[in-house]
């Protein structure tokens, strides 16, 4: 069991920075940022394996940056140039599944919901315009 911790949201004007963490109980085989705005369906934002790879949305490459500290078990999403569209519920979540080193390379599956089996209870971010 992999208990997940958010901080760091909070409300910021258009082009503003902000930088969210989360710290988990314990080790796992990958771990992302989920977001979910009223009304629409949770999306993945960025993940990273343990394997060292990184995935990031389309819609935030270039603005966000995920980062872990594997000594704290502490994951980061530093995020700049914020647009009111960012504004959401963001999430934290861990995989300890075993997946096949071919699909975690080949296909988007590390920003997919059903990747995790444990989630943080989120951390609002409001960006005003």
């Known amino acids: 069991q992999v208990r997940l911790v958010e901080s760091g949201g909070g409300s910021v004007h258009s082009g503003g920075s902000l930088r969210l963490s989360c710290e988990a109980s314990?080790?796992?085989?990958?771990m992302a940022w989920f977001r979910q705005a009223p009304g629409k369906e949770r999306e993945g934002v960025a993940a990273r394996d343990s394997i060292r790879m990184t995935m990031y949305a389309d819609s935030v490459k270039g603005r966000f940056t995920i980062s872990q500290d594997n000594a704290k078990n502490i994951l980061y999403l530093q995020m700049n140039s914020l647009k009111p569209e960012d504004t959401a519920m963001y999430y934290c979540?861990?995989?300890?599944?075993?997946?096949?080193?071919?699909?975690?390379?080949?296909?988007?599956?590390?920003?997919?919901?059903?990747?995790?089996?444990?989630w943080g209870q989120g951390t609002q971010v409001t960006v005003s315009s």
């Open positions: 979540a861990a995989s300890d599944l075993v997946m096949a080193y071919a699909v975690i390379v080949e296909s988007n599956v590390l920003l997919l919901p059903s990747t995790y089996n444990y």
């Open positions: 314990g080790p796992s085989y990958r």
